[in-house]
């Protein structure tokens, strides 16, 4: 079975980190770009990461970029969210997905997602 | 502020035809890119519902279709079962901005 499996959330203060993780098992990760989305609780999803196959091309959303890093490891067949400097916009569901492999930009998996509450 | 518009609700008695669109611009949908749509029903993750416009993933039901026009495209749910009550998210890609894939503010099905 495809399943991809996030963890690492919890409740930071502001200006704390916290590093997600995406374990993935039941296809070939290396083969596969993911992503991460959020959805602040009772909002809309926001797209806020991509990295390709290889790990050579990473985007980020403006509302992230320069304090979250995405990264993955294909030996663990893991992707991982570091996230600093957290403000109180960041408190969302996390969620881990695999890209499509036919270069469609759409996401064909979803995590069960990891809650991340910023708050003091 | 989304860059991909949708309507935030829709409603339809069971049995009914609905339709959810989604308005985009020059650099999404009216660029050329795909849409794509994602349901997501209370408590659960979103799940891929169309891809490529208008194209079904195994084991999604023929009631649900996609279309596409310009800078716009639109879901169209028929003969609505109560369990199609959800959120229904549009998805293109944007050559404008860093994050590249966009998603529409989402649009919540009731059914009466």
């Known amino acids: 079975e495809v399943q991809l499996v996030e963890s690492g959330g919890g409740v930071v203060q502001p200006g704390g980190s916290l590093r997600l993780s995406c374990p993935a098992s039941?296809?070939?990760?290396?083969?596969?770009?993911m992503n991460w989305v959020r959805q602040a609780p009772g909002k809309g999803l926001e797209w806020i990461s991509y990295?390709?196959?290889?790990?050579?091309?990473?985007y980020y959303a403006d509302s992230v970029k320069g304090r979250f890093t995405t990264s993955r490891d294909d030996a663990q067949n893991s992707l991982y969210l570091q996230m600093n400097n957290l403000r109180a916009e960041d408190t969302a569901l996390y969620y881990c997905?695999?890209?499509?492999?036919?270069?469609?930009?759409?996401?064909?998996?979803w995590g069960q997602g990891t809650l991340v509450t910023v708050s003091s | 502020q989304s860059v991909l518009t949708q309507p935030p609700s829709v409603s339809g008695a069971p049995g009914q035809r609905v339709t959810i669109s989604c308005t985009g611009s020059s650099s999404n949908i009216g660029a050329g890119y795909d849409v794509h749509w994602y349901q997501q029903l209370p408590g659960t993750a979103p799940k891929l519902l169309i891809y490529?416009?208008?194209n079904r993933p195994s084991g999604v039901p023929a009631r649900f279709s996609g279309s596409k026009s310009g800078t716009s495209a639109s879901l169209a749910i028929t003969g609505l079962q109560a369990e199609d009550e959800a959120d229904y998210y549009c998805q293109s890609y944007d050559n404008s901005l860093s994050a590249t894939r966009v998603f529409g503010g989402g649009t919540k099905l009731t059914v009466l």
């Open positions: 490529g416009n208008n």
């Open positions: 990295i390709n196959n290889i790990g050579t091309t990473i």
């Open positions: 997905a695999r890209g499509d492999s036919s270069g469609w930009y759409y996401v064909d998996i």
């Open positions: 039941g296809f070939t990760f290396s083969n596969y770009e």
